[in-house]
DNA sequence: GGACAAGTGGAAGCACCCGTCCACTTGTCT
DNA sequence: AGACAAGTGGACGGGTGCTTCCACTTGTCC
């Protein structure tokens, strides 16, 4: 992102430099896994033992720290679609992932809204997704032939059931860990070919890219009272 | 709430208080509806024409501003599930049921997360949401009795219905404002009964309250990057 | 119409967080 | 070892929102 044609991140950093910035990212993972994506800046700083300025001068904005600290988190994002391709039982492959990638929002509050968003400005981020993204139309497209989910399926409606295991996720906390489960439980349940009654229609894609990119300025979102 | 035995919210008020009572209630509810529970209560005493003192003499903290004004919004939450209890066909009362309450969310983006909170010193607020969950349960019983709705669909599994719901509300926003309806297709053929494979167990009914009751302090939750 | 309680509004003090800027420190290269 | 570029940290100015407080206004009642 900030070098100018290296394969890796910190190339022409000098040494302490790149040693911080590495510390820098070690700590927005943690304190992004636990407290979400919008921890002071300042308490990353403080956990990687660096100034507030070090922090902004690597990562100039919240979204290109976030980035780089989810970057190997969304190449496991990706290897899962993979992996599920892989898998000889369409239904059953389709089912493990969406299983394996809900667990990954769930252990990891700033991962459970990564995935609801898009980061244009991250190209080898949004890249995994791309991939991803590849791998589960397929996955789709095998699960769907083999007579197991539901023929009116859409790859739109992965995103949006990771928006709802989302909400499930920040409303429910720490007070039920696994209600989680139960849920996506419900989900696969419905994209079963069986119970295929007629469903509205999915939004377009353009729709869950806008909706994705969320508004760019200022801004926030629930939020409880008193 | 702030009057001694009235049953009516304002009484003992001098009528211009009450009529500037009146108008931040109302000016609340457009807020809410519009920006969701956290709007400045600066933004929402401007648009009731008072200042922000009138504003927490009248309600001291955001909770109690919130319980009145949805007072009117939650009762009409618990004669929708009186109606679908007089629906004769008991699937098609539940079905009704939960969409009309996810539209009652998607309606207001303040309600969207109010059904996904509870607000324990708001009395008839409370028990009007204590109505309503009697009421659905009886519902949920009726609907079991026909056959129609899952022998293991617990009442936990509404909140969570709806905590799912606000996710996908809240992250799409007006990009795609009629996704929910696709979304709560999946939900209701998930709770059908011919599609009963073994779910996780709910969560337990205290486990979903003190999800509900959120921490009471100081406290954020989602939010966008950049 | 006068007196007093009830009610009002908005300025002031506080807390939080953002993002910048610059005097100082540290690595690196010769 | 010296010199210079690279890097650092944290103080600072700016913005937002919460909540309190009190000098002033306005209804109400006699």
Chains 1, 2 share one sequence.
Not at 60 to 80: G, H, I, N, Q, W
Not at 128 to 135: C, G, L, M, Q, Y
């Amino acid at each position: 992102m900030s070098s100018p044609t290296a394969p890796h991140a910190g190339a022409g950093l000098r040494v302490d430099a790149e040693r911080n910035r590495q510390r820098i990212v070690a700590a927005a993972r943690e304190a992004f896994a636990e407290h979400g994506l919008d921890v002071p800046m300042e308490d990353i700083a403080r956990r990687a033992g660096v100034g507030v300025g070090t922090l902004y001068r690597r990562y100039p904005t919240r979204a290109d720290l976030v980035a780089a600290a989810f970057e190997a988190k969304m190449s496991a994002y990706a290897d899962a679609a993979r992996q599920a391709l892989a898998d000889p039982d369409p239904w059953h492959g389709f089912c493990v992932y969406v299983e394996t990638i809900c667990a990954m929002q769930a252990g990891d509050r700033g991962f459970t809204t990564v995935l609801t968003m898009t980061f244009p400005t991250a190209k080898q981020f949004e890249a995994s997704r791309d991939h991803a993204f590849a791998d589960f139309t397929a996955l789709i497209g095998r699960a769907k032939a083999a007579g197991r989910l539901r023929a009116d399926f859409s790859t739109e409606d992965l995103p949006m059931f990771l928006m709802a295991n989302a909400g499930v996720l920040t409303s429910i906390g720490d007070a039920a860990p696994d209600a989680w489960r139960r849920f996506v439980g419900y989900l696969l349940q419905a994209c079963a070919a069986q119970s295929a009654q007629p469903l509205p229609d999915p939004p377009a894609p353009r729709q869950m890219y806008r909706a994705m990119l969320r508004a760019t300025g200022r801004q926030r979102q629930q939020r409880a009272g008193r």
